[in-house]
């Protein structure tokens, strides 16, 4: 039988269903090789699909107040994020409330919630997994904790496949139950039936799904194109910060980018942001000022001339030919 257990205290929502235990967590260090680190990922998700499946999970479920605001020290995603803890704890920030997820437990952040993070070694050192959807696909990286208490990811890979978008509506669904306000037992059900066909869906993009680029491209080429998908928003990407990812040189990086795809790496971070861009502004929900900021521009003025030159037209344009109305 279940034990569901729906706890308020304070500003703090968590939705517990008995806590799980951090001792048979997978472990992976800092120096792993690229191929470890998905059997990491794998490991990690059929772990917590397990203690979902018999019951034994917390899950931390954030209030979505004041979504898609710029707020000092903070940043969102347009798309949910997953965190799952291994080691250590980390404390989120939100803007009403702040959350501590400790080794064994798992955070879901509700699309453009805006959250800031700071890491912290307790009992282990500190590790995490974090699952992100990038555009048309899932990607996956751990997370260490730098000497600022930041966290900063490593492993990254990315799966291009069309499960991202039904796991997405996965975790919108239990985001929705969770605050809807409707029966608390039905609300918990739900929650673990969505949730484990989330984590599934998960395991399966990372067994079923091939990665090219493991056997086609320079494997500092791939780790490349995989970092640029996972970090897109960041406004300081660039060439420079990719190069000192990589450990190599942003000269080396560009000439070998370009060799090994016939483009240059600047362009090739222009168009993933475009074409990010385009997805977005076919949600009227969102303005176009929130989405260039999303999609890693400062400058709305810069972002508009950049879409017209890859497009031939402008975002309001766009929206037009689309059917948007805004």
Known sequence: MLLFNLIFCSKTYIFRIKLMSETNMPHVSKNTPERDYLNFYRDTLRILLDKVHRGRFKLHLPRPLERLRRLAGMHFHFEPELFIQVGGRTDFTFPREKMRLSAGEALLVPRGLPHSEIAQNHKKDFLNLVVMFPREGVGMHTGLKDDRGKPQGFGLEYFKTEKGRQIERYFDDIANFYHSGNNVDKSAMAIQGLFQAALAELILATEEIEIPSRTTEHAKVSECRKY???????????????????????????????????????????????????????????????????????????????????????????RKKCGIKY
């Open 228 to 318: 640029v998908l996972s970090r897109i928003y960041d406004p300081a990407l660039s060439v420079k910060k990719l190069a000192g990812q990589i450990n190599c040189s942003p000269d080396y990086l560009s000439h070998l980018f370009s060799t090994e795809t016939g483009e240059r790496l600047s362009d090739f971070i222009h168009q993933e942001r475009i074409a990010l861009a385009k997805r977005h502004l076919q949600n009227p929900v969102l303005n176009i000022k929130e989405i260039a900021w999303s999609c890693g521009f400062t400058d709305q003025g810069y972002f508009t001339r950049l879409f017209k030159r890859l497009t031939g037209e402008t975002p309001k344009t766009f």
